[in-house]
């Protein structure tokens, strides 16, 4: 991944650690060698961490390409989260399109609250892509409490014990 890609361990509030991808991939290839190359390092290097993950990139493709042409995300138990309206990256002809994407793991998905294309920002040709996330999911608690058995309220069989004076 030299200079494609990089990767991080992320300390989120509550203790809970994920490994974070920075990847870019080469453009007008599609799924070509050198792309599938990068798709299979980021992989291999997030879930070698054992960490749940988050890839952030510019994958210069579509999610809706990357998924239907490749099993990446899902051999990662991935799912890849975009921006459906608006576009992340200006193209030559002067319009959008969505190849600025996350991928994160399924499990941590659920605490995912919002993709956000900052519009305010030129685009160069990219626009900067945030993905927030709960903070809910980062410091919930659940506690199990078992309900008691009752002590029984029949004396066992035989004589009581002697008091000690």
């Given at each position: 991944?030299?200079?494609?890609?990089?990767?991080?361990?992320?300390?989120?509030?509550?203790?809970?650690?994920?490994?974070?991808?920075?990847?870019?991939?080469?453009d007008?290839?599609?799924?070509?060698?050198?792309?599938?190359?990068?798709?299979?390092?980021?992989?291999?290097?997030?879930t070698?961490?054992?960490l749940?993950?988050?890839?952030?990139g510019?994958?210069?493709?579509?999610?809706?390409?990357?998924?239907?042409?490749?099993?990446?995300?899902?051999?990662?138990?991935?799912?890849?989260?975009?921006?459906?309206?608006l576009?992340?990256?200006?193209?030559?002809?002067?319009e959008?399109?969505?190849?600025d994407?996350?991928?994160?793991?399924?499990?941590?998905?659920?605490?995912?609250s919002?993709?956000?294309?900052?519009?305010?920002?030129?685009?160069?040709?990219h626009?900067?892509?945030?993905?927030?996330?709960?903070t809910?999911?980062?410091?919930?608690?659940f506690?199990?409490?078992?309900?008691?058995?009752?002590?029984?309220?029949?004396?066992p069989?035989?004589?009581?014990?002697?008091?000690?004076?």
């Open positions: 991944m030299e200079g494609r890609g990089a990767i991080a361990r992320l300390d989120v509030p509550g203790g809970i650690q994920v490994a974070v991808c920075s990847l870019y991939l080469w007008g290839q599609g799924l070509s060698a050198l792309n599938l190359g990068l798709l299979a390092a980021a992989g291999k290097a997030v070698s961490s054992g749940p993950f988050i890839i952030g510019d994958f210069n493709m579509t999610a809706t390409d990357l998924i239907e042409k490749s099993t990446w995300i899902e051999d990662l138990k991935g799912t890849a989260l975009c921006e459906p309206v576009g992340t990256c200006r193209a030559a002809t002067g959008f399109s969505n190849i994407f996350f991928v994160v793991a399924k499990s941590i998905a659920k605490v995912t919002a993709i956000e294309v900052d519009t305010h920002t030129k685009a160069h040709p626009r900067p892509v945030r993905l927030q996330l709960h809910l999911g980062a410091n919930a608690m506690v199990t409490i078992a309900k008691m058995t009752k002590i029984p309220h029949i004396r069989f035989g004589p009581l014990n002697r008091p000690s004076y």
